[in-house]
Nanobody, 128 residues
Framework: QVQLVESGGGLVQTGGSLRLSCAAS????????MGWFRQAPGKEREFVAA????????WYADSVKGRFTISRDNANNTVYLQMSFLKSEDTGVYYC?????????????????????WGQGTQVTVSS
């Protein structure tokens, strides 16, 4: 059974940092795109960042570019999201996602439909 488990969320002040982790089990995703999405209260889930299997290609939402960094450790089947200079608008539940069939590409990598596996989410709250 495939599982994605996020961790590292919490309460942080504006301008602070957090590092989210997503540990995958049940199969390896070393050849697959991994992504992070988030959902703020009362809003739709939105794309945050994605990383190709090699780690050489990354994508970011404009709202987090320059502040967030996505990375991965294929040996440990884990993907990370380093978040810095956090703002109140970064508050939400952060979800890890995996492209099961290695079909995600630049045209759909920001879309939820490109990912088949999802974690349960971890709450990030940024207080001013």
């Amino acid at each position: 059974q495939v599982q994605l488990v996020e961790s590292g969320g919490g309460l942080v002040q504006t301008g602070g940092s957090l590092r989210l982790s997503c540990a995958a089990s049940g199969r390896t995703f070393s050849r697959n795109t991994m992504g992070w999405f988030r959902q703020a209260p009362g809003k739709e889930r939105e794309f945050v960042a994605a990383i190709k299997w090699s780690g050489g290609s990354t994508w970011y939402a404009d709202s987090v570019k320059g502040r967030f960094t996505i990375s991965r450790d294929n040996a440990n089947n884990t993907v990370y999201l380093q978040m810095s200079f956090l703002k109140s608008e970064d508050t939400g539940v952060y979800y890890c996602a995996a492209d099961a069939h290695a079909l995600a590409s630049s045209w759909n990598i920001r879309m939820e439909g490109a990912y088949e596996y999802w974690g349960q989410g971890t709450q990030v709250t940024v207080s001013s």
